[in-house]
């Protein structure tokens, strides 16, 4: 099929060709980093998962275009089904190959704040965070109630996030700053590096601490300038918990850390461990090959061989990203740091577990007074309370952060 000269019509075509089954054709303008992680396989289970759940497709919409960052373009193209419809989201460079691919769920309505936020009780206003020249945009939102208070730099989890951390119809970090700061607490978010600068993910010798560090480390510092916060601690959701104690060390001011559902367990077998999970239960989403996959790039990381130049890795993460990853304890670096830490887990998370995650903080941080750690036994990894399995279709339906857990927060930095 011939692709159209622009970004709205290769995404267009994209989308037809996924419609009629061409899974290989539609991998063939797959960039290598993307192509690492999605194979025709998983690209046809991943839509057959939708087409069984939403029906045929009726109709594919016209597509929205907006710049993503230096050499991309994000293309989102609405697709209509018999029984709702979803979205397909590509970041395509200028080459017309795809860096990006995400089928999400179409939002049925606005977000809407959740019951224990007070919208009246804080502003908000945009800021700029520039590290080693790369800016971001993030937001900062402040009590109306005036004096002195702690102040929350937020950092969401792994993979190209917004400032909300937005999934589906979700913004798990926009619950908490909007909760937090309805009591009392001023807080930063920003959208992350590698959301607004695609490209930087491509850098030569680029890490996890590239990707979280120099930002982090100059929202703390922005927001210890604002005449209103007295302290500043940094809370990480998941890869952004992992990393938190890296940023702690980098910047001495923080003054504490306040880690969510932050893994320790390798990453690399994290990811086999998932996908062996989802294959039991959810096969339609994730079949043997990809469970094979992950095996394969896990041994990849595992040898001593590893190198910047290695191929075949898990999420498309270059060489030097594992390196960093391998070569990293969250565990040892959140000892080495003499900060208190509150470190919350959902007991209902099959991504970052009580078994294989939280056992290793509690075995390495657990005797200490100034570590509290707890379990949230109904939420999941978004820290969404709910009953029975979590599996990924359950993050398509709007919820929010369980209030407990934003209520803990504020307790344990001393706003309640």
């Not at 993910?201 to 210890?224: C, I, K, N, Q, W």
Request: hydrophobic letters at 40%; proline letters at 8%.
């Amino acid at each position: 099929m011939e692709l159209g000269s622009t970004p709205s019509a290769t995404a267009t075509a994209v989308v037809e060709l996924t419609r009629d089954g061409n899974f290989d054709e539609v991998v063939a303008l797959f960039a290598p980093p993307l192509l690492a992680v999605v194979p025709a396989a998983t690209l046809r289970a991943a839509w057959t998962t939708e087409i069984t759940r939403r029906g045929a497709v009726t109709a594919v919409g016209e597509p929205t275009v907006e710049p993503a960052a230096a050499g991309l373009t994000r293309v989102s193209v609405p697709v209509t089904c018999e029984h709702g419809g979803l979205t397909v989201v590509m970041s395509i460079d200028e080459d017309g190959l795809l860096q990006g691919l995400q089928l999400t769920a179409a939002a049925s309505a606005p977000w809407e704040p959740p019951s224990y936020v007070d919208p009246e009780g804080f502003t908000e206003q945009e800021v700029t965070i520039d590290a080693g020249g790369l800016a971001v945009p993030g937001t900062l939102t402040t009590p109306r109630k005036p004096g002195s208070r702690p102040g929350v730099v937020l950092l969401p989890g792994g993979g190209p996030f917004d400032r909300d951390e937005t999934s589906g119809p979700n913004k798990p970090l926009k619950d908490l700053a909007w909760g937090l700061a309805t009591r009392g607490l001023a807080v930063l978010r920003f959208d992350k590096v590698t959301h607004v600068h695609g490209e930087a993910a491509s850098a030569p010798g680029f890490t996890m601490s590239d990707e979280y560090v120099p930002h982090a480390a100059a929202a703390v510092r922005l927001l210890l300038r604002q005449p209103t916060v007295d302290s500043v601690f940094v809370l990480g959701h998941s890869m952004g918990g992992k990393v938190a104690p890296r940023v702690a060390a980098a910047e001495p001011s923080v003054a504490g850390l306040v880690l969510l559902a932050g893994d320790t367990q390798p990453m690399h077998h994290a990811a086999v461990r998932v996908a062996r999970h989802l294959a039991t239960v959810a096969p339609e989403l994730v079949g043997q090959d990809a469970v094979d996959q992950f095996a394969r790039q896990a041994e990849n990381v595992d040898s001593p061989g590893l190198s910047a130049s290695t191929e075949d890795l898990p999420f498309g993460f270059s060489g030097s990203y594992w390196l960093d990853l391998r070569g990293y304890d969250p565990v040892a670096a959140a000892a080495a740091l003499d900060r208190p830490m509150l470190i919350l887990q959902g007991g209902r998370d099959y991504q970052v577990t009580v078994e294989d995650d939280l056992s290793r903080w509690k075995a390495g941080l657990g005797d200490r007074p100034d570590v509290t750690i707890r379990v949230h036994a109904a939420d999941d990894h978004l820290f969404f309370p709910g009953t029975g399995p979590s599996t990924p279709a359950s993050y398509e339906t709007a919820q929010h952060v369980d209030p407990a857990v934003v209520a803990e927060i504020a307790e344990w930095l001393g706003t309640d």
